[in-house]
């Protein structure tokens, strides 16, 4: 089979290889349904012979069917929730309809017990991305309700296969459950957020991908976890990244380590070149040890002689954004990052009182955007359809925060008061402690749309803001 009959028969199978044949033919075009049922299921997150775990899913599986679409393509997907509480789906990264995107309290009323939702919206942008639980999704994506979107662009990428690779971190018990009792925890909203001790990729602890030399692989990387930014290492391998959160970048090597915080993706192509029976790994590094998540095992080469050199790696066609900034008059606010452990907030102001820590910390209320917490009656920015909104972030507390903006992908243009020169963008940026980040869009998409922290318990302990763009 050469390279070309190789990609036809991928394109229409576009199964991965995690994802059970029955429920992976989702079809979303304009006439078909998608099924999406919150319910609870088991999935076998511990090693083999160990015990399933109970789990929130999506049909009951984590990750949840994955849903593959041409770019332009509508998604029809009915949310049946068969659980005990509301929820809803967030459509991350997609610059969708505002009555679509998932917010219960803000762009619809969550879906009661019993109770389902249609979605339906059309993609314009080709890439990466994912869906969630957008109600209380510190304990619902904690439990499992996410899975992976991903949109095809109009011409097939010229690539031998495509693998994806979601990264979760769970917290789990002795008996493989998920830790309960630590759900709500006040010490993780205050520090880092829910971290997990149980790493999974696919929704197991381990992932082979066959692979064989000479092949060259696009690679999705996709963080689900609630709160661990990972640090990954592909040793030997020399990945290029060509997409940051859906968006194509000028083509670039990796480094040493990929960097993913919550919520973020990374496309990767990787040029396989090793000898049948080899293998190459994928790791997570941690302070304390190194722990392989994944590994491309070397198959039979196909034919020894037909070996090509590997092709330069071409820039993906660019998505339909609006990325003319017009930073010369642009709708310009700052957001100031406070809070969390060890961090000095004497007070803030929740609910329209000023409040102080002592009492804020009573209602886990101890996070804070511009020493407010939480959601406001008016909106930080209030944006005509067409400016440009630039928004400074200043982390001035202890912690990273991965803030992530619905409806539009954003541009870092300052970082540390010096100008970033970079042809990303992104919807979730990693903002270290202390460090200043400046954020630019075109506000072109309608509507309410969340600002927030993607860890998602300090989300829930404060940090979220919205903007209005009419
Ligand atoms: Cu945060």
């Not at 696919?202 to 640090?231: C, I, M, W, Y």
């Not at 909104?389 to 903006?405: F, Y």
Request: charged letters at 20%.
């Amino acid at each position: 089979m050469d390279r070309r009959e190789f990609l036809k028969q991928t394109s229409l199978l576009s199964v991965l290889p995690w994802v059970p044949a029955a429920i992976a033919a989702v079809p979303a075009g304009r006439r078909s349904m998608l099924e999406l049922t919150a319910r609870e299921g088991t999935a076998q997150l511990a090693d083999e012979g160990g015990p399933r775990t109970r789990i929130w899913g999506y049909n009951g599986l984590v990750p949840g069917p994955m849903i593959r679409v041409k770019q332009n393509d509508w998604v029809r997907a009915r949310l049946t929730n068969r659980l005990t509480v509301a929820t809803t789906i967030h459509w991350h990264g997609i610059r969708i309809d505002n009555a679509m995107d998932g917010v219960s309290g803000l762009t619809q009323d969550a879906v009661k017990p019993g109770q389902s939702f249609d979605y339906a919206f059309q993609v314009p942008d080709a890439g990466t991305f994912w869906y969630h639980a957008h109600t209380r999704s510190w304990e619902q994506v904690a439990r499992g309700l996410y899975g992976v979107l991903i949109v095809d662009e109009a011409e097939p990428v010229a690539v031998d296969n495509d693998y994806v690779l979601v990264i979760d971190d769970w917290r789990l018990g002795q008996d493989a459950q998920i830790h309960e009792a630590s759900l709500g925890s006040l010490h993780d909203w205050s520090h880092a957020g829910r971290l997990g001790q149980w790493l999974t990729v696919n929704g197991k602890p381990h992932e082979k991908f066959s692979v064989e030399d000479g092949q060259r692989l696009r690679l999705r990387v996709v963080n689900t976890a609630n709160a661990r930014v990972f640090t990954l290492s592909f040793g030997a391998l020399k990945p290029h990244v060509i997409a940051f959160d859906g968006q194509p970048v000028t083509p670039r090597p990796l480094g040493k380590f990929l960097t993913i915080a919550p919520a973020q993706r990374a496309d990767l192509i990787i040029d396989m070149a090793a000898d049948p029976g080899e293998s190459a790994a994928v790791d997570v590094i941690t302070r304390r040890e190194v722990i392989q998540v994944a590994e491309f095992v070397y198959g039979h080469t196909r034919d020894a002689n037909a070996k090509l050199s590997a092709p330069l790696i071409s820039r993906l066609p660019a998505n339909p954004l609006s990325t003319a900034l017009d930073l010369t008059d642009p709708v310009r606010t700052g957001l100031l990052m406070e809070g969390g452990a060890m961090s000095g907030m004497k007070s803030a102001i929740l609910k329209g009182e000023r409040r102080s820590i002592q009492e804020l910390i009573k209602q886990g209320a101890v996070w804070a955007f511009n020493e407010t917490v939480g959601m406001t009656d008016t909106p930080l920015v209030s944006a005509r359809r067409g400016q440009t909104v630039v928004i400074d972030l200043r982390n001035q507390n202890r912690w990273p925060h991965a803030m992530h903006l619905h409806g539009h992908h954003f541009k870092v243009i300052e970082r540390e008061g010096s100008a970033v020169d970079d042809d990303a963008w992104r919807d979730t940026e990693l903002v270290q402690p202390g460090e200043s980040v400046s954020i630019a869009f075109v506000a072109d998409n309608p509507g309410k749309w969340l600002l927030h922290c993607h860890m998602l318990e300090h989300r829930a302990g404060g940090m979220t803001t919205w903007l209005e763009i009419t």
